[in-house]
């Protein structure tokens, strides 16, 4: 079974393929190591840690640039591509095509545009089948921002059929959350449904209950990682036990050895 088939497969797994995001080599290797056969990107956590705003179309060069880092490893690479970066489908295509050559198995594409509105959803559908006529086996999650953006929640599911129709292999639709929303949009839409999971919702088995066969984790782990640092640090200001610091953190040999392919030796504390 090749990378791209298997990938696929996943999605079709007794419970939903639980996909976490990382946003450089050390978090990708890091969940790698922890038995995840497949990592995504964040597009947030890529973009804030070049001090770019996520949505924007701005990291068009860096989420190709770690895709090449990340694809044709240990794991299954799908990578967060916004909207494409661009309202061209030649160019979204040809976008896709050199995250493809990279080694990346999947694309996630959001109709949701730099503006905070909506893209037309038969524009979004020109991408989708540009994509996939460009390169046929990789799998294309298209995302519709109708609930994330909280307008146009009509729209929900026509726009999931007109992508499904374009020849999308799963649909995407974060901020929904209600179970029985949840339950109706797996049901009506013959693809697997991919949700966005949120802390104290519902548990991953009960999404594969509704019928939702992928469950991403976004930006969570890139924000958990943030709010870490920020209590670590004024932990040790506060005067606290050095014990309760930093509990769990990887060594730095352990961060020199997931930030390179090739595995590099400890040479200092920074």
């Known amino acids: ?99 493809a050559d990279a080694g990346a198995v999947g694309l996630n594409l959001e109709d949701g545009r730099p503006d905070g509105s909506l893209a037309a959803p038969e524009l979004h559908a020109a991408k989708i089948a540009a994509v996939k006529a460009a390169v046929p086996d990789l799998f294309v999650n298209a995302r519709t921002d109708t609930c994330w953006l909280d307008r146009q929640h009509a729209e929900t599911l026509p726009r999931l059929r007109a992508y499904r129709d374009a020849g999308a292999d799963g649909v995407f639709v974060p901020g929904v959350a209600d179970p029985r929303r949840i339950a109706l949009l797996a049901a009506e839409i013959d693809l697997p449904l991919n949700v966005l999971y949120r802390p104290g919702g519902p548990s991953l088995a009960q999404l594969g209950g509704l019928g939702v066969r992928r469950v991403s984790l976004g930006s969570l782990l890139y924000r958990a990682a943030l709010g870490a640092t920020l209590a670590t640090a004024t932990a040790i200001r506060e005067g606290r036990p050095a014990d309760e610091c930093g509990q769990g953190a990887p060594g730095y040999a352990e961060v020199q050895r997931l930030s390179s392919p090739h595995g590099v030796e400890a040479t200092s504390a920074g």
């Open 1 to 99: 079974m090749d990378s791209r088939t298997e990938f696929a497969a996943l999605h079709d797994a007794p419970t939903p393929l639980l996909l976490p995001n990382a946003w450089d080599h050390a978090s990708a290797s890091m969940l790698a190591g922890a038995g995840f056969r497949a990592v995504a990107t964040t597009s947030l956590g890529v973009a804030a840690a070049v001090g770019q705003p996520d949505g924007a179309r701005l990291t068009r060069a860096e989420t190709l640039r770690l895709a090449g880092l990340l694809g044709g490893g240990d794991f299954l690479l799908s990578v967060d591509a916004e909207d494409g970066y661009s309202d061209d489908p030649a160019e979204v295509a040809d976008f896709a095509r050199r995250l």
